[in-house]
């Protein structure tokens, strides 16, 4: 239960709300219980009136404004007819009085938990953004999504309706019971034995609903999930024939949803007949005791009307004791689960004393060394390397040599175990991440674009809004302008999900663009062409060549651009730099770098090309 704590400030955010909110709750509770008082009394006019009727024993006991209600109309005089009238407008009065303060409860606190929930929706997802590449590869996105809405759902359930039903039920007990003490102890103690009962049994069959209905939530969700990859995957499934499979493999993950499904709603079954039996119980009780005590006086005739309509009116709250128990619960375990997450802590964060200032100059790897920490899979192993402003690197090496973890460590997503990566001579863990990430733009290996108009994937990383030319320049420098005219919309054309479907190599060269027209000190390309022809390949190394005039790139690549003169060629082999220089100190060397030219050359031969 601590855990809700955190919720605390919320509440206090607004608390006018809140406090308002149980105000009305508060008044709603004492106008219902005036009703059945009112009842009593026309009740035992009635009686008054019978023939052989006594007159009544003792003086039936009101709340002050009942009393004051009924000494009004009794100076008033009024014929028997006018009397039931009167009261029978009042008892209405106070329905429609109590009607509008529900309202307004609800009104008041289902609206702050509408609130809170869209502030706790943005205080996640504003964390989830600044936590880091690890956490990410080590929870899966379903399960940030789950929280993000499920589990602050349930919380929602908390601030809203458990906490109203819980004010509610609280006052509504405490005035029924005060009233019914008030009149009569013995027929009180009486008729509410059961309703504990009630409660504890609502309370347990509510648990096992529960723990039910999160059971298909489960299967439900794998359910979804199962959907879900079929679809995406439908042209695998095609290919390989496998309809039938994938759809005995969806009977059955629906089977069991349906068998737990069928469960719950027994279980549910019982719920409300429980209900009905307790509190045909207590109306029993009322009717029997109370029944012998009018034969004695008959202002008890009055009494078991009032006790009767209390008991109903006590059906709602006492039931809801057991709900909002375990809603709280419910509430309780999710804020645990979103409490962890709240607290978990960037480990690539800022450092106290962080420059702000332009990273540029010289880059330097200082003896870095980078294990994987969730997978002990050690992707860099002493790299000691000096890059200088405005040179041009190309990064080769065989698939897994670690050439894109090197561009992640400079861009912070991991921080290396061992050694240190400085830009300008600062240590780049002394640099504003935003600053430092703001300089470098890094082209990924796995491109993703998001969901929305080709311009705005292009101006993504702007922070203020591009103009069209600049957009079509960078897109111009990324070989990619001619085909964003030929699409239907140009530059406004939807992408992705909701749009059409780019090629690899369209989808390359538009997160190039992306890259470009950041304008950056320093740019990686991490294997960025794989996906382009061979002469759009050398269209767009010839523009990058004139971009990238004073600024320092690092071109990631399994290939050898030979017409862009870099200045220095790096090899990674299993982690390690294993070669480093020129195009002819390397080919001197006669290494990987050597034995990969030759082999280039060899492809694109006009004998080779020719057989
Ligand atoms: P490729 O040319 O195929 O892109 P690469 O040279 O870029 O390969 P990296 O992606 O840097 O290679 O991977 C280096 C090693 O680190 C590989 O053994 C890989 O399995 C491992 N690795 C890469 N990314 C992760 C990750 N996020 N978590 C754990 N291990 C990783
Ligand atoms: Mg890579």
Do not use: C, W
């Given at each position: 239960m601590k855990h809700l704590a955190a919720l605390n400030t919320y509440f206090w955010k607004y608390r006018n709300r809140f406090f308002i909110g149980i105000f009305f709750v508060v008044a709603s509770n004492y106008f219902a219980v005036l009703a059945p008082q009112v009842t009593g009394f026309v009740v035992n006019q009635v009686q008054q009136r019978l023939p052989g009727a006594r007159p009544a024993a003792t003086k039936p006991v009101h709340d002050s404004l009942v009393n004051w209600f009924i000494t009004t109309i009794q100076a008033g005089n009024f014929g028997f007819g006018w009397l039931v009238a009167i009261c029978?407008?009042?008892?209405?009065?106070?329905?429609?009085?109590?009607?509008?303060?529900?309202?307004?409860?609800?009104?008041?606190?289902?609206?702050?938990?509408?609130?809170?929930?869209?502030?706790?929706?943005?205080?996640?997802?504003?964390?989830?953004?600044?936590?880091?590449?690890?956490?990410?590869?080590?929870?899966?996105?379903?399960d940030l999504m789950n929280r993000m809405t499920e589990d602050v759902s349930r919380v929602r359930m908390y601030t809203g309706p458990a906490v109203m039903y819980l004010i509610n039920l609280i006052t509504l007990i405490g005035f029924c019971v005060v009233n019914m003490l008030r009149k009569d102890?013995?027929?009180?103690?009486?008729?509410?034995?059961?309703?504990?009962?009630?409660?504890?049994?609502?309370?347990?069959?509510?648990?096992?609903?529960?723990?039910?209905?999160?059971?298909?939530?489960?299967?439900?969700?794998?359910?979804?999930?199962?959907?879900?990859?079929?679809?995406?995957?439908i042209r695998v499934i095609k290919s390989f024939v496998q309809e039938k499979a994938m759809l005995g493999f969806f009977q059955r993950n629906s089977e069991s949803y349906k068998t737990n499904a069928v469960g719950l709603a027994k279980v549910e079954a019982i719920y409300f007949p429980s209900m009905a039996l307790m509190i045909g119980l207590s109306t029993l009780v009322t009717i029997m005791v109370g029944g012998y005590q009018a034969l004695e006086d008959s202002s008890k005739v009055g009494l078991i009307v009032e006790f009767v309509i209390y008991i109903n009116m006590l059906t709602f709250p006492v039931s809801a004791i057991g709900w909002t128990a375990s809603m709280i619960q419910r509430a309780a375990a999710s804020q645990k689960r979103l409490n962890e997450f709240l607290q978990t802590k960037p480990t690539i964060a800022n450092s106290a004393e962080k420059v702000?200032?332009?990273?540029?100059?010289?880059?330097?790897?200082?003896?870095?060394?980078?294990?994987?920490?969730?997978?002990?899979?050690q992707a860099l192993q002493n790299c000691h390397l000096h890059i200088r402003k405005g040179e041009k690197i190309l990064l080769l090496g065989r698939t897994g040599s670690g050439k894109s973890t090197l561009a992640q460590l400079l861009l912070r997503f991991y921080d290396p175990q061992e050694g240190s990566i400085s830009i300008g001579g600062t240590d780049i863990r002394q640099i504003d991440l935003r600053t430092l990430r703001e300089q470098i733009s890094y082209v990924q290996q796995?491109?993703?674009?998001?969901?929305?108009?080709?311009?705005?994937?292009?101006?993504?990383?702007?922070?203020?809004?591009?103009?069209?030319?600049?957009?079509?320049?960078?897109?111009?420098?990324?070989?990619v302008h001619k085909e964003i005219l030929g699409f239907s919309k140009g530059y406004d054309t939807m992408i992705g999900e909701r749009g059409v479907t780019l090629s690899g190599g369209q989808k390359q060269r538009i997160s190039i663009a992306r890259a470009l027209i950041k304008e950056p000190e320093i740019i990686v390309f991490d294997d960025c062409l794989s996906a382009v022809d061979a002469k759009t390949e050398n269209e767009i190394i010839g523009n990058l060549y004139r971009y990238l005039h004073d600024k320092t790139a690092i071109i990631i690549t399994h290939r050898i651009f030979s017409s862009f003169p870099f200045d220095?060629?790096?090899?990674?082999?299993?982690?390690?730099?294993?070669?480093?220089?020129?195009h002819e100190t390397l080919m001197a060397k006669n290494g990987y770098y050597a034995e990969l030219f030759r082999l280039q050359l060899m492809e694109n031969s006009p004998d080779k090309t020719e057989s």
């Open positions: 029978s407008l009042t008892i209405l009065g106070l329905a429609i009085l109590r009607g509008i303060l529900m309202f307004f409860m609800r009104q008041t606190i289902i609206v702050m938990s509408r609130h809170i929930e869209f502030d706790q929706k943005n205080e996640i997802f504003q964390h989830y953004q600044q936590l880091d590449t690890q956490f990410y590869k080590t929870h899966s996105t379903g102890v013995q027929l009180t103690l009486l008729v509410l034995a059961p309703l504990p009962v009630l409660a504890i049994t609502i309370y347990l069959v509510n648990s096992v609903i529960n723990k039910k209905s999160e059971k298909i939530q489960g299967l439900l969700s794998d359910l979804t999930t199962n959907a879900q990859e079929s679809f995406s995957g702000t200032t332009p990273v540029a100059g010289d880059i330097h790897f200082n003896h870095v060394s980078f294990t994987y920490p969730h997978t002990g899979i796995d491109i993703f674009l998001f969901s929305d108009t080709v311009s705005d994937n292009i101006s993504f990383g702007l922070s203020s809004p591009a103009t069209q030319e600049t957009i079509e320049k960078a897109a111009g420098f990324s070989s220095k060629i790096i090899v990674l082999e299993n982690g390690e730099l294993v070669e480093q220089g020129t």
